[in-house]
């Protein structure tokens, strides 16, 4: 308890120390809330109400490395990012996207899509058992019917749906309340987290509207005083309508209410189900990380730039396989560990996520922990200075998988996951090929 306490004061020291050094009210909000989710765990970890497997002094230190160097690496290059007052291309850009027809139409397609999964896999969960619930979105022979069909929804279809929820959700927060707009979003992101129950989606959607709610800020004041209390009411009903969902999606996992069927019991029971999963991921994660320090060697440690890196590793395996060569991706070698449940407590298991700190480290040790830690905070403050400098779609969608990365670390590091690798190549890709077309003109 008095490591995580020690652990926790050094974070609100930091975060002290960037008030001062940061004058910039994105980057401030940016890192307010990367340190602020990491106080928490450090909270939680030090209260340790469920009595699970102790956080050891060493372990914070990997994890107060992680963060200073992730820190000053944003920090170095936020004394080069503007402030506002810039002009409102982005924002005209977004406010032309939402009454394009093109725009609106393929969104419609995509939420049907989705919808139509969803359809499909509501009709094999009638007679599944419940273990199935989060197979049959990543596995053949559930509702897919071909390993390719399975590829390709949960990487390029994957890439689609993020394309259209950040974009829709940054229309959103530039001041466009699009009923037909709100609508499409709405099913997207219901369909598309119903499909296998996953409550990190629903997680994702919250992200993506603190992000735009703090990149658009930096453009424009966006807000008017009197549409403030508008806007606090909608994000409460948002944040409210949320955890509902989340609420739900953990009591049917568990099985609550299929016998008997009593909403108000389902919903106390999913909600208390709720906060044990919150708690025991948010301290499970870093006793895995814990666990994998220890336990290295079973990894394949070290991995030398290959578990960082995963994602792309992945991509390109895949494109080999489809031109007839027989190549493993590396994250095979390594997944089956990560599946694998291991014991964090009395009557607790946990399994999957080792937090991003996991990868640095078993690339390069604590080196890999330095280096990739202050790639990671350079490159999340470099995508927001060309946000607010250049304002276009593709630097909007790069912000996007640098925030997500650097707010999820604590339980993964999302670059690693194929489709939002493919989100960032698609995104260089897009910007080179605009830029090339451009000069050409």
């Given at each position: ?97 939402s ?23 509501l ?21 897919f019917?071909s ?48 499909f ?16 735009n ?33 989340m ?88 997944s089956a ?17 080792y ?87």
């Amino acid at each position: 308890m008095i490591c995580g306490i020690i652990a926790c004061v050094l974070l609100l020291a930091m975060q002290a120390l960037v008030n001062k050094l940061v004058d910039n009210g994105v980057v401030k909000k940016w890192l307010r809330l990367f340190l602020m989710s990491w106080c928490l765990i450090t909270i939680i970890c030090a209260v340790n109400i469920y009595n699970l497997t102790e956080i050891k002094f060493e372990t914070y230190l990997i994890i107060i490395l992680f963060i200073l160097f992730y820190l000053l690496g944003f920090v170095v290059i936020s004394n080069t990012i503007p402030k506002r007052n810039q002009p409102l291309r982005l924002v005209n850009a977004l406010s032309q996207l939402s009454v394009s027809k093109l725009y609106l139409s393929a969104f419609t397609f995509v939420s049907l899509i989705t919808s139509y999964y969803f359809y499909k896999y509501l009709l094999y969960m009638s007679t599944a058992p419940l273990s199935d619930s989060r197979l049959a979105r990543f596995y053949v022979g559930y509702v897919f019917n071909s390993g390719v069909e399975q590829i390709l929804y949960n990487t390029v279809f994957s890439v689609i749906v993020s394309f259209f929820l950040i974009t829709s959700s940054a229309i959103i927060v530039s001041g466009v309340r699009d009923k037909c707009l709100i609508l499409l979003m709405t099913i997207t992101v219901l369909s598309w987290s119903g499909f296998g129950f996953g409550r990190f989606d629903i997680v994702y959607v919250i992200l993506l509207f603190l992000m735009n709610g703090s990149l658009l800020s930096g453009i424009v004041k966006i807000i008017k005083p009197k549409e403030k209390l508008n806007t606090s009411i909608t994000k409460g009903f948002g944040i409210l309508s949320s955890v509902f969902v989340m609420v739900l999606v953990s009591s049917y996992r568990t099985g609550a209410g299929q016998e008997d069927f009593d909403f108000i019991s389902i919903l106390m029971s999913g909600l208390n189900i709720l906060f044990e999963q919150i708690v025991t991921y948010l301290n499970g994660s870093i006793i895995a990380l814990q666990y994998a320090l220890n336990e290295s060697e079973k990894f394949g440690y070290p991995g030398y730039g290959m578990f960082t890196l995963s994602g792309f590793d992945e991509i390109i395996s895949l494109l080999l396989n489809f031109l007839g060569f027989d190549v493993i991706p590396f994250n095979y070698s390594y997944s089956a560990i990560l599946d694998k449940n291991i014991y964090i407590g009395e009557g607790f298991e946990f399994n999957a996520l080792y937090t991003g700190i996991f990868y640095f480290y078993m690339d390069f040790g604590l080196i890999g922990v330095v280096v990739f830690s202050l790639i990671l905070g350079m490159g999340s403050a470099f995508t927001v200075r060309n946000f607010i400098i250049n304002q276009k779609i593709e630097n909007l969608l790069l912000c996007w998988i640098f925030y997500s990365t650097s707010l999820l670390m604590p339980f993964m590091l999302k670059i690693t996951s194929t489709d939002t690798a493919l989100l960032f190549i698609s995104a260089l890709l897009y910007h080179f090929i605009s830029s090339v077309f451009k000069k050409k003109v």
